[in-house]
């Protein structure tokens, strides 16, 4: 099937006549009709603007290409939880945070970035580490230690 055949067969799935497929784009009927013309060239522009109008999956159109609409990759807690094999404790847990006020776990959220982002700092800066004293920016390095000029001309 070529992409004038396609999108022949998809505005007859849609149930529109030329003159109404041609309205939702923005185009002439003409138009639609010259697109459905085996061999016709059609533009990117307009196969972008039908994919986009009806979330056709641009590769279908073009070439045929499985599935004619995209697949929708949202998120699936469900099937997450089932894939990551949770226990019903660990579920438990999941349900009982989201049925927190969304105030309340906005403070969790921040409470345990402030705890993981000190624990790394931690981890990398030990305790009684030779960089205890070491200033936290180049300008405070520079404030401490200023830079010195050197005449290299007469040096040596």
């Not at 109404?20 to 784009?25: I, N, S």
């Not at 307009?46 to 641009?58: F, V």
Request: glycine share 4%.
């Amino acid at each position: 099937m070529s992409i004038n055949e396609r999108l022949k067969y998809f505005r007859k799935m849609k149930r529109m006549n030329q003159k109404q497929f041609a309205e939702t784009l923005g185009v002439t009927q003409s138009g639609i009709s010259h697109m459905e013309q085996e061999g016709s060239i059609i533009a990117d522009s307009s196969i972008k603007t039908i994919c986009l109008a009806y979330g056709l999956n641009e590769n279908w159109l073009r070439y045929g290409t499985e599935p004619m609409y995209p697949e929708n990759n949202t998120f699936n807690l469900s099937k997450f939880i089932k894939e990551h094999e949770a226990s019903e404790l660990e579920l438990e847990v999941m349900k009982a945070y989201f049925s927190l006020d969304s105030e309340v776990r906005t403070n969790l959220i921040n409470h345990f970035k402030n705890h993981f982002e000190n624990h790394s700092r931690d981890a990398q800066f030990p305790q009684n580490s030779p960089y205890d004293d070491a200033p936290a920016t180049p300008e405070e390095l520079e404030r401490l230690y200023p830079p010195v000029d050197i005449d290299t001309k007469n040096a040596g």
